[in-house]
């Protein structure tokens, strides 16, 4: 059964989560007593939904036996309208009944015959003495009280009034002598809501501006416990403030249904009337609770309204202002709408100007005193106008005060707010509105200040775009004169592309748009600055004749600077005697000089010289930039066709050489154009192949069967194909059959062009004659076997001599020897030496096979280079010298030596025959002292092994190295002068290279060079 349209009931929406939150059951029912809402407390105890109930008796829940009493006695009650209760049992979810106390008011302002029913819930097992009914009677006051609240809280449109609602239905019930509601701004303390008889002290500190959370130290302990805070006597607690008086104090803070702490709920009551019993402190905390929902609801509809009221001052301020582009008319507008929409406000529009905010616009109701202040400026670093220009943001200021601000004639004034603007990242002025009604901006009057302060920022940056789009307007004006005069001067450029003529054009049109004078331009020519072209008088022979003999560079500012800046020198007033002597120049009184670029150089300076007194606008600057720009383009597309007829001319010269160039390297050029199949030739084709370039332009094809040898036309498709799939470059050789039948051997260089589909489009190459090279080749090649073949039996032949002369050698000198031996004694001396001569010279012989023999194995025997640690390779051959380093007193010494990539064996070679020299050639006298050391060169280690001894002439540099070369004889030096000659052999076998210097009497120095290890092999580095 649903409730009829009448039984219905006003209720807000809003009220509902009110009767939602309170604790014992509650519900409404008509005339008739049919249900019209149930709480969730009720509906929580019977365990029905509302759906299900409504428009239903509210009887249905009471227990059988009582309901005709009670319904009696309610009826008897709606003619008179007076309260109802008593003990009733009500059914329970489960079926069971519970005893609840019952009371019903009548509740007009939910509509005509509504009445709401509260019920509280009984312990009917205990006795009920007087003083438990006493509590019972308590309970039902509170919830009265609560549910009154919650009634008149729903008429309460902002924070305020639902805080003054509350304080006067609490206040008494509480027995407040004072109680106050304190609302939040983050940490700062607004102005609070006040009831009843609050000391003075308490007024002053809680509405004290730039109150927080830390000057009150009560309120900060209730937020950060989260709980309700009860004294009492607070002078008694410790950590208070000392000035309030003794009184009982409760608090509790105040959260919106999301918890956020909104405010806090106070209660001062003098002490010793009674203590906080627990049923106070549930009330007062469900009446906070209460106060939070209201609270959040009621802020919700203030700032509905203060928006409605912001956009009805913007609204209001874009109809008044319009289409108005005057700063001052605009902030005038503002003014008269802040006043229009809060009343007496004043309000005035600053401008900085020389470090000052001068006053350009203010409203009529400010004092004349005021008006002299403001207008005659202030600091800029003045207080509040420091901090809005600072913060970038508006900046409202309560309590303000006139001495601390540095505004004279403001103490009238209880708050201002600022609202700067900017141009860019500078201030450019602010909008200042003051209020002598209040020392406080609420939140409607900042929404209003905001809203307008906004509009006009709009408004200021409208009135900029419009500012400068008549200044481009009047730019692009100038342009288009001058865009005509350029077009003008370069209508028959094709015909005339002389500089000096197009120069005279731009003097033409520049001055048909300025005032009487002359132009100018010069180009530099030396320590001088020439005038190339002048049009129209100057006015005065002398100088003329000054400008015609050529000023000097450096002493003539008005062309030195522009050709040295590359930027425009304007002269509002011309600076007489700074360019020319004065008393030449006292009817001209303007002028204009500027750099004409060509190809990004200065070709020369353009100036405008004006007789009458003239400031160079802004537009001028466009015209005379616009001329110059164009001449310089002007310039540069004559200068374009000169450069194009000369290149033509080159082309022309450069295709002839090119011509000479091509026959004369006897090579074929060749062009293949895929799409049409022809050929295009260049160079010697007939003298090669016999045929005319006419005979083979038809195809590739053809090209193919009429010039490729039938052996090489496979291998020759075989390999374009390829090189075409790999987008490479064709090089191959094969034979061309000659028109007359011969046969030439030919190589080709051919270079493919694809398009965007990476099909070829045509191939261009060049065809080498190189049969003539290539039979060259066949003769080098055999000539070089024959050498090979040669050498190989020149090494057998010195390898098997050096073996078959060993056996007569040891014959000869073994003899010898048995002969000096036995029969020495029977000879005379010079029998004797005739003996020993044979065995000497026997002796010679074999070192000199063995060493022949040890030089032609060079050759014979491969080389196994390797990473060699050449300090490890010396440091063997020092100890196999070391007796012979001894007996001469001498010392061998290196440095640190590398890893290098050679054959060790042949490295141990060189260093034993370099270093054996060393010890051989010794000064007579002098200890011989021999030092190796090596450094990087490239890729190569450089080893020098240097000496003390004898030194080497110059002119033996070379001869020293020839096998079997000496330069002492053996009575001197023993040796066979195969030595040196095996040293160079062995470093030129590891590609590098062996020489020397020499001082003789002081010492020699043999250098070799050896490739490095590389880099991640072991022992690169110097050990």
């Known amino acids: 059964m649903k409730p009829s349209a009448g039984a219905e009931t006003l209720l807000p929406s809003h009220a509902r989560p009110l009767y939602d939150a309170l604790p014992n059951p509650l519900w409404l029912v008509d005339a008739s007593g049919n249900l019209t809402l149930v709480n969730r407390a009720w509906r929580a105890y019977t365990g029905r939904d509302e759906a299900d109930v409504l428009g239903r008796a509210f009887t249905e829940v009471l227990h059988p036996g009582e309901r005709a009493e009670l319904l009696g006695r309610w009826q008897a009650a709606q003619g008179p309208g007076e309260e109802v209760g008593g003990d009733h049992r009500l059914r329970g979810a489960g079926g069971e009944y519970g005893w609840f106390a019952l009371r019903a008011r009548p509740a007009p302002e939910f509509g005509p015959g509504t009445w709401v029913w509260t019920a509280h819930e009984l312990d009917r097992e205990e006795a009920a003495p007087r003083g438990e009914r006493g509590a019972l009677e308590r309970a039902y006051q509170d919830a009265e009280l609560l549910a009154a609240l919650a009634a008149a809280l729903q008429g309460a449109a902002t924070p305020e009034q639902v805080a003054e609602q509350a304080l006067r239905l609490i206040g008494p019930a509480l027995g407040a002598s004072s109680m106050l509601v304190v609302r939040l701004d983050g940490e700062q303390i607004r102005l609070p809501t006040i009831w009843g008889d609050t000391p003075p002290v308490i007024t002053a500190h809680m509405t004290r501006p730039g109150l927080t959370l830390a000057g009150a130290p009560l309120l900060a302990r209730a937020a950060r416990e989260g709980q309700g805070v009860y004294l009492a006597d607070y002078r008694a607690e410790p950590g208070t403030l000392p000035t309030f008086p003794s009184l009982a104090c409760g608090v509790e803070p105040i959260r919106t249904p999301g918890g956020t702490l909104e405010g806090f709920l106070v209660v001062w009551r003098p002490v010793g009337q009674q203590t906080w019993d627990p049923e106070e402190r549930r009330l007062l905390r469900r009446a906070a609770g209460t106060l939070g929902l209201a609270l959040e609801r009621a802020a919700a509809a203030q700032r509905l309204a203060e928006g409605v009221a912001a956009l009805d001052a913007f609204v209001?301020?874009?109809?008044?202002?319009?289409?108005?582009?005057?700063?001052?008319?605009?902030?005038?507008?503002?003014?008269?709408?802040?006043?229009?929409?809060?009343?007496?406000?004043?309000?005035?529009?600053?401008?900085?100007?020389?470090?000052?905010?001068?006053?350009?616009?203010?409203?009529?109701?400010?004092?004349?005193?005021?008006?002299?202040?403001?207008?005659?400026?202030?600091?800029?670093?003045?207080?509040?106008?420091?901090?809005?220009?600072?913060?970038?943001?508006?900046?409202?200021?309560?309590?303000?005060?006139?001495?601390?601000?540095?505004?004279?004639?403001?103490?009238?004034?209880?708050?201002?707010?600022?609202?700067?603007?900017?141009?860019?990242?500078?201030?450019?002025?602010?909008?200042?509105?003051?209020?002598?009604?209040?020392?406080?901006?609420?939140?409607?009057?900042?929404?209003?200040?905001?809203?307008?302060?906004?509009?006009?920022?709009?408004?200021?940056?409208?009135?900029?775009?419009?500012?400068?789009?008549?200044?481009?307007?009047?730019?692009?004006?100038?342009?288009?004169?001058?865009?005509?005069?350029?077009?003008?001067?370069?209508?028959?450029?094709?015909?005339?592309?002389?500089?000096?003529?197009?120069?005279?054009?731009?003097?033409?049109?520049?001055?048909?748009?300025?005032?009487?004078?002359?132009?100018?331009?010069?180009?530099?020519?030396?320590?001088?600055?020439?005038?190339?072209?002048?049009?129209?008088?100057?006015?005065?022979?002398?100088?003329?004749?000054?400008?015609?003999?050529?000023?000097?560079?450096?002493?003539?500012?008005?062309?030195?600077?522009?050709?040295?800046?590359?930027?425009?020198?304007?002269?509002?007033?011309?600076?007489?005697?700074?360019?020319?002597?004065?008393?030449?120049?006292?009817?001209?009184?303007?002028?204009?000089?500027?750099?004409?670029?060509?190809?990004?150089?200065?070709?020369?300076?353009?100036?405008?010289?004006?007789?009458?007194?003239?400031?160079?606008?802004?537009?001028?600057?466009?015209?005379?930039?616009?001329?110059?720009?164009?001449?310089?383009?002007?310039?540069?597309?004559?200068?374009?066709?000169?450069?194009?007829?000369?290149?033509?001319?080159?082309?022309?010269?450069?295709?002839?050489?090119?011509?000479?160039?091509v026959q004369g390297s006897g090579n074929v050029l060749y062009d293949w154009n895929a799409a049409t199949g022809e050929m295009v030739y260049g160079g010697p084709l007939e003298e090669i192949t016999g045929y005319t370039p006419g005979e083979l332009a038809r195809s590739a094809d053809m090209w193919m069967e009429t010039l490729v040898h039938p052996e090489d036309r496979a291998a020759f498709r075989e390999e374009a194909l390829r090189v075409i799939g790999e987008r490479g470059v064709l090089h191959t050789g094969f034979r061309v059959r000659r028109k007359d039948g011969s046969v030439r051997e030919v190589e080709t260089d051919g270079h493919f062009v694809w398009n965007a589909q990476g099909e070829v489009t045509r191939m261009v190459g060049l065809i080498r004659d190189v049969t003539e090279r290539r039979e060259a080749e066949e003769r080098l090649r055999r000539s070089n076997e024959e050498l090979r073949r040669s050498n190989a039996e020149l090494e057998q032949f010195a390898y098997v001599a050096s073996h078959d002369l060993q056996a007569p050698l040891r014959a000869v000198t073994s003899f010898a020897e048995l002969a000096l031996r036995r029969y020495g004694d029977r000879l005379d001396e010079r029998g004797q030496l005739y003996l020993r001569q044979i065995v000497e010279n026997g002796q010679h012989m074999k070192r000199l096979v063995d060493d022949l023999l040890g030089f032609s194995r060079l050759n014979t025997r491969p080389r196994h280079p390797r990473a060699a640690d050449a300090a490890a390779v010396f440091d063997g051959v020092a100890r196999r010298l070391a007796d012979e380093v001894e007996e001469a007193g001498g010392r061998l010494t290196r440095g640190p030596l590398p890893c290098v990539l050679a054959d060790p064996a042949r490295l141990d070679q060189l260093l034993q025959n370099l270093l054996s020299n060393a010890l051989k050639y010794r000064r007579e006298g002098v200890p011989p002292r021999v030092h190796v050391s090596a450094r990087r060169d490239g890729e190569r280690w450089r080893f020098a092994v240097r000496d003390n001894g004898i030194g080497i002439e110059p002119q033996y540099f070379e001869r020293i190295f020839v096998i079997f070369q000496r330069l002492h004889g053996r009575e001197e030096f023993d040796g066979t002068g195969i030595g040196l000659a095996v040293c160079k052999k062995i470093v030129e076998q590891h590609g590098g290279e062996l020489w020397l210097e020499s001082v003789p009497g002081e010492g020699t120095t043999f250098f070799f060079t050896l490739p490095a290890c590389p880099p991640e092999g072991p022992g690169a580095e110097l050990s």
């Open 316 to 661: 209001a301020f874009s109809e008044a202002v319009g289409h108005e582009t005057d700063v001052y008319a605009l902030a005038r507008r503002a003014g008269e709408v802040l006043r229009a929409t809060l009343g007496g406000v004043s309000v005035a529009y600053y401008e900085l100007e020389g470090g000052l905010w001068r006053a350009r616009v203010w409203t009529e109701d400010i004092a004349p005193e005021t008006v002299e202040s403001i207008t005659r400026g202030l600091p800029q670093d003045a207080p509040s106008f420091a901090r809005a220009v600072g913060g970038r943001e508006p900046l409202f200021v309560s309590g303000w005060d006139a001495a601390r601000e540095e505004v004279a004639h403001t103490e009238a004034y209880g708050a201002v707010a600022f609202f700067p603007y900017f141009r860019g990242e500078a201030p450019r002025s602010l909008l200042a509105v003051g209020t002598q009604d209040a020392r406080t901006w609420s939140e409607r009057e900042r929404a209003v200040v905001l809203a307008v302060g906004r509009s006009l920022g709009l408004s200021l940056e409208r009135a900029d775009v419009a500012t400068r789009l008549a200044a481009q307007n009047a730019e692009l004006e100038a342009r288009a004169r001058a865009l005509e005069g350029f077009a003008e001067l370069t209508r028959d450029l094709s015909l005339r592309a002389d500089p000096h003529a197009l120069v005279r054009r731009a003097q033409e049109v520049v001055l048909s748009l300025l005032p009487p004078g002359y132009a100018l331009y010069y180009e530099r020519e030396g320590d001088r600055w020439r005038n190339r072209v002048q049009v129209g008088e100057v006015g005065h022979a002398d100088l003329q004749a000054f400008i015609d003999a050529g000023p000097r560079v450096g002493a003539t500012p008005s062309v030195d600077i522009p050709w040295a800046t590359r930027q425009p020198f304007y002269q509002d007033a011309y600076a007489r005697g700074s360019d020319t002597p004065a008393e030449l120049v006292q009817h001209v009184n303007a002028a204009a000089s500027l750099p004409v670029l060509r190809g990004g150089e200065v070709a020369g300076v353009f100036i405008a010289v004006l007789f009458e007194e003239r400031a160079w606008t802004r537009t001028d600057r466009v015209v005379l930039e616009t001329v110059i720009r164009s001449l310089g383009s002007a310039l540069e597309a004559a200068q374009g066709v000169a450069d194009l007829a000369r290149r033509t001319r080159e082309v022309a010269e450069w295709r002839e050489r090119y011509e000479v160039a």
